[in-house]
Structures are given as structure tokens and as C-alpha cells.
């Protein structure tokens, strides 16, 4: 990446500034400085507050057992999924059932929306209202923020009814099917937490309206920042739904809180990460409760 110097007054313009796209600010500027208004990282996560450790305590949930037919098996795995859920608010799933290359195609059509020219992108672009079908924007809630945050994104509501860009080519088809399994997936693991709860397999299936709920989609994409000390991917924060399913491209940047310390989360090949949301700590009565993460900046990007 080119640098360039930057004068006072040029910082100023910076503050003032409104950028639509981070990936195109990056690309476009070369910029050695980030605007002050992204100087979202005011107390670093630092050795203190951090512990590699950890990581290797990440639970670990293996889809096809918690399915099994043998009760003895599946019941192992559902108290598994209690103590996963309890104590840590999230977990890796290995083993379930969608197929890898289907992950990267993906991740491949992701990369290739973000690199879509600026005016098809701007066809989508975020006008404010959470309920768009389709959204393209930058930070995490610009209008309500003093500072932003170093992110572009694509928001997609899948469900109930299915949307989503026909740009790049195929983009659309593969995103149905990933939207399809994972629905499949999803059902699957609430009726396993709903057992870890001592409920009928169903109950919050049927007293949540699963099946009419609605289902989003965010691809986030995160450029290379020339001044990672200073800027945040996305600021703390825990999802509002009952789950999360996270796909990471290899890169990393993912933590998680852990008994007050940031654990960094290196996900295991083809597996997803699981959060528990706001919506499942309240229906939990708090046994479950929403994990907080984070996106520390790094001098590369990922999704």
C-alpha cells in the first residue's frame, strides 16, 4: 500500500468527511492516517485484559452426534450444549452437513459483491432503515455514532421471504442454498437447546414462530487499516436474535469476552461459530446468556 503525508488541514477535511465505503476510501486514498472520526479503539485489548489461552477451552459441538438416533449420544451432546451455552455463550460446530465448497463459493461471491463498481453497490445503499430488504453501508450505525467503524457490510433479510442482489453472477442462487441448510441447521440446535433447558424438543420452535421468523444475512467485509491501533472492525457488542452463524475466511480478527478477558477465536476448518443472542437469553430466563465480541482492526482484511 502506497502512503502519503497528510497535513493538518487534511485531517481536518478527513473528520469532515462522509465516506460511503471504507474498501473505497482505502483504495482510493493510500492514506498512512485514518480519519480522526474512525479513532473507535480509545482502550486497547492488551495483554491484561487478553488470553491466548483460553482459546484452546472454546467449546467444541459436533452436529452429526447431537442428531444421532442413539439416545445415549445425543442426550451426551445436548448436556454438552448446556454447558457450552451457559458458560460461554458460544461454541464451534463441526460436522454439519454443509458442504465446504458451498462455504467458499460463498465467501468467493461475497468478495466479488464488495468488489462490485460503486454504482451498482449504491443501488443498495443503506438509507437508514433496519428493515430494508437489502443494505449496503459502512461502520455499524452511522446516524446514532461519534465515531465509525472500519466496515463495509451487506445486510440481506432471507427470511421469511427470500432477498438478495442478482450482482455478481450466481451470487443470488448460492446465497439461497446457504440460506436453505442453514435454516436446517438452526432448527436442529434450538431443538437441542430446548432440550438443555428440560423442555420438549419443539417448545421454543413453536412459541417463538420459528418458521415465520426472520432470518438475516451480513457479509462484512474489513480492509486493510494502515492504523489498526486505533480502529475497531465493529464495536462490543452482543446480536439481538436467538443465534448467530459465523463464517470467517482464515484471516481471523473474532473475540469473544471470557470471565472478563478477550479470547481470540481461531475457528477449526469448515466449522461455523455459533453466538448466542439476546433473543435466546431471554427466553432462557438468562441461563443462556448473549455472548459479547468484538473486531479489533488488523493490516489485512476479512470477511
Not at 442478482?166 to 430446548?194: D, N
Amino acid at each position: 500500500m502506497a502512503t502519503i503525508s497528510s497535513s493538518s488541514e487534511h485531517i481536518k477535511q478527513l473528520h469532515n468527511s462522509n465516506i460511503s465505503s471504507i474498501k473505497a476510501y482505502a483504495e482510493s486514498n493510500g492514506a498512512s492516517t485514518i480519519p480522526s472520526n474512525y479513532h473507535s479503539l480509545k482502550e486497547q485489548h492488551d495483554d491484561t485484559n487478553h488470553d491466548d489461552e483460553l482459546a484452546a477451552s472454546i467449546p467444541i459441538i459436533d452436529f452429526s452426534l447431537l442428531t444421532s438416533d442413539d439416545p445415549q449420544i445425543h442426550s451426551k451432546v445436548v448436556h454438552q450444549l448446556a454447558e457450552a451455552c451457559a458458560q460461554w455463550g458460544f461454541f464451534m460446530l463441526t460436522n454439519h452437513g454443509i458442504p465446504e465448497n458451498l462455504m467458499e463459493e460463498l465467501l468467493s461471491k461475497s468478495r466479488e459483491f464488495h468488489d462490485l463498481p460503486a454504482e451498482e453497490k449504491a443501488k443498495f445503499g443503506d438509507n437508514g432503515d433496519p428493515f430494508s430488504p437489502i443494505r449496503h453501508g459502512t461502520s455499524f450505525h452511522p446516524p446514532a455514532e461519534d465515531v465509525h467503524y472500519w466496515r463495509d457490510f451487506l445486510k440481506v433479510l432471507t427470511s421469511p421471504v427470500f432477498n438478495f442482489p442478482h450482482k455478481p453472477s450466481g451470487y443470488r442462487e448460492v446465497g439461497f442454498e446457504y440460506s436453505r441448510k442453514i435454516t436446517v441447521v438452526a432448527r436442529k440446535l434450538i431443538q437441542g437447546i430446548s432440550e438443555s433447558l428440560g423442555l420438549e424438543s419443539n417448545s421454543i420452535i413453536e412459541s417463538s414462530g420459528f418458521d415465520s421468523g426472520s432470518q438475516i444475512m451480513a457479509v462484512n467485509l474489513y480492509p486493510p487499516c494502515p492504523q489498526p491501533h486505533l480502529a475497531l472492525g465493529l464495536p462490543s457488542h452482543s446480536d439481538v436474535g436467538f443465534l448467530t452463524f459465523l463464517i470467517q475466511n482464515g484471516i481471523g480478527g473474532l473475540q469473544v469476552k471470557h470471565k472478563g478477558k478477550w479470547v481470540n477465536v481461531n475457528p477449526l476448518p469448515n466449522s461455523l461459530v455459533v453466538n448466542i443472542g439476546d433473543q435466546l437469553e431471554a427466553v432462557s430466563n438468562g441461563r443462556y446468556a448473549s455472548v459479547t465480541q468484538s473486531n479489533p482492526q488488523q493490516q489485512g482484511h476479512k470477511d
